[in-house]
């Protein structure tokens, strides 16, 4: 009895795909450098968990130069010296041009995933949003569609199945029938023949019975026992070895393996043979963490003589480079670190730059094709349902955006109303100040006095007479006073003015006196 062949299959609890994936994640970079050590090979390995994290290892300096050659060697040289060919016949400004289109499809298809969404308005948001919304439909629309084709193939073949089941057991039941008739009609012959071969069979047991005969086990038994020469072993042998089952000079070596030193094998045959050995393991290792544990993986493998060799997840190589380098992307604008990009920006070889950007906006185009809800019938079951949570993840981060720009918006609309409604109040009272300065200046400060007919008149009623310290000046005042009443009683009731009888320099009893 032996273990049977076990199907890979997706882990379905959730803790154990975690534990599972952790372990052989470290495998699986230990077997890649391990192979990049030993055998001189060039080797780029990319892991991007369950849920997106990114695992990554390259035995070159640079992870771009090994893709960048991955790339060249997928798409042939014969195409690439062609494309330089006709390259060269064509402008720098058709290279500006395609750069520009490459850079602003990448930036669309961001904005698709629901990648940098701050430069965008809100009509835009919205927009994008409808988009991804019939997108999503179409998509799950397919995928329904998808299910139910293989729901009727896979009944169509269990209905074949149990056709081809039930015709076997008709046939299994014809075949025990005839042998049970031939038992039947055989039988009493059957019976003699048994007793024979039990009869042999005894006979042959208790032979064999006869000719091993037991051992006795004794404690020196050792190959080539001798013993004359047992003595001689025992006293060459230490003392704690009493038994002398082990000899004395297997205790004295170091029990287990040591670690061995990695480092490149110089035999030439022997690399290769190691070379095949681990790659054919790594390959295999890289199909059970990407189908155990949901993972994506792509797997890089040059040679020493520069042989290509790959494997990458059901979602494909170019797939898994697009979003490893759109999380690198994003990891330079987190980070701030342009240097890559002034490298590219400063190299010539832009002729050689050129296939490159026509594939990668070739792939872009089929790319947001999909995300838009086009050509979706070559995608299988797994791609739509990837696609289909690529997208709803997306839609959740428009809309999270969405409602961060709205409450955005209304935060600063209510700080204009709180400054111009503070404004209007500084100009209403502005305006109030001005009116009241406008009414005062309007009316008389002072009322001026009226004027006197005659110098020789009475004083005006508002204004008292001047003190006077002259001896005699109140007496004066008071005849002319009184001559003034006598001259004026026969034209009818003269006036007494006020300033005439009162003083409050001269005392009442002195007025007296004088008169």
């Known amino acids: 009895m032996g273990r049977g062949r076990v199907e890979l299959k997706r882990i379905e609890n959730k803790i154990n795909r975690q534990v599972t994936f952790a372990k052989r994640r470290n495998g699986l970079l230990k077997k ?37 050659r991955y790339q060249r060697c997928s798409y042939g040289a014969v195409e690439v010296n062609n494309a330089a060919k006709e390259i060269e016949q064509s402008s720098y400004k058709e290279y500006l ?24 308005d809100m009509n835009e948001l919205q927009n994008l949003e409808l988009q991804l919304e019939s997108s999503l439909k179409l998509v799950r629309t397919t995928r329904t569609q998808v299910m139910l084709d293989q729901l009727t193939d896979l009944q169509a073949k269990e209905k074949l199945w149990l056709d081809a089941n039930k015709a076997l057991e008709r046939k299994l039941e014809e075949i025990y029938t005839e042998n049970h008739l031939r038992q039947s009609w055989g039988g009493g012959g059957g019976g003699g023949g048994g007793g024979e071969q039990s009869s042999t069979y005894s006979q042959q047991h208790s032979q064999s019975q006869g000719f091993f005969q037991p051992l006795e086990c004794s ?69 059970e963490i ?14 020493t003589k520069g042989k290509l060799f790959e494997y990458s997840t059901e979602s494909s190589m170019e797939r898994i480079l697009e979003r490893y380098e759109r ?24 002729s050689l730059e050129y296939p490159k950007l026509v594939s990668k906006i070739d792939l872009l ?33 428009i809309r999270m955006r969405k409602n961060q720009v709205m409450h955005e918006s209304i935060s600063s609309l209510q700080k204009k109303e709180k400054a111009l409604q503070e ?16 009414a005062e200046q309007a009316q008389p400060q002072v009322e001026q006095p009226r004027l006197v007919q005659s110098s020789r008149g009475p004083l005006l009623p508002d204004q008292d007479p001047p003190p006077s310290l002259t001896i005699g000046g109140p007496f004066r005042a008071s005849r002319a006073g009184q001559e003034e009443v006598r001259g004026g009683g026969g034209g009818g009731g ?22």
């Open 32 to 68: 890649a450098y391990e192979l990049s050590v030993l055998c001189d090979a060039e080797v780029a390995l990319i892991i991007f968990s369950n849920r997106g994290k990114l695992y990554e290892f390259c035995s070159s300096s640079n992870m771009l130069k090994t893709l960048e």
């Open 97 to 120: 041009k395609l750069k520009g289109k490459y850079e602003s499809l990448q930036r669309y298809q961001r904005h698709l995933l629901g990648d940098d969404l701050g430069p965008l």
């Open 219 to 287: 404690s020196g038994l050792q190959i080539g026992y001798n013993p004359v020469s047992t003595s001689q072993m025992t006293a060459v042998t230490n003392a704690p070895n009493m038994n002398g089952i082990v000899p004395g000079w297997m205790l004295d070596r170091r029990m287990g393996r040591g670690r061995v030193q990695l480092k490149r094998i110089e035999n030439k045959i022997s690399r290769r043979v190691t070379f095949s050995k681990r790659r054919s393991g790594l390959l295999k290792k890289a199909h």
């Open 290 to 303: 990407s189908v155990l544990c949901d993972a994506e993986v792509a797997l890089i493998v040059f040679s």
């Open 327 to 350: 999380y690198s992307f994003a990891e330079k604008r987190l980070s701030g670190d342009d240097s890559d990009q002034q490298q590219l920006q400063q190299q010539d070889n832009w």
């Open 365 to 397: 185009q089929r790319n947001i094709k999909h995300y838009v809800g086009e050509d979706l019938d070559p995608l299988s079951l797994r791609e739509l349902q990837s696609l289909e949570q690529q997208l709803d993840t997306a839609l959740k981060r």
């Open 423 to 438: 404004q209007h109040t500084m100009l209403v009272k502005k305006l109030k100040d001005s009116e009241k300065k406008d």
């Open 494 to 515: 003269g006036h007494i003015p006020r300033g005439a009888t009162t003083n409050s320099l001269v005392l009442p009893w002195m007025v007296r006196r004088i008169n």
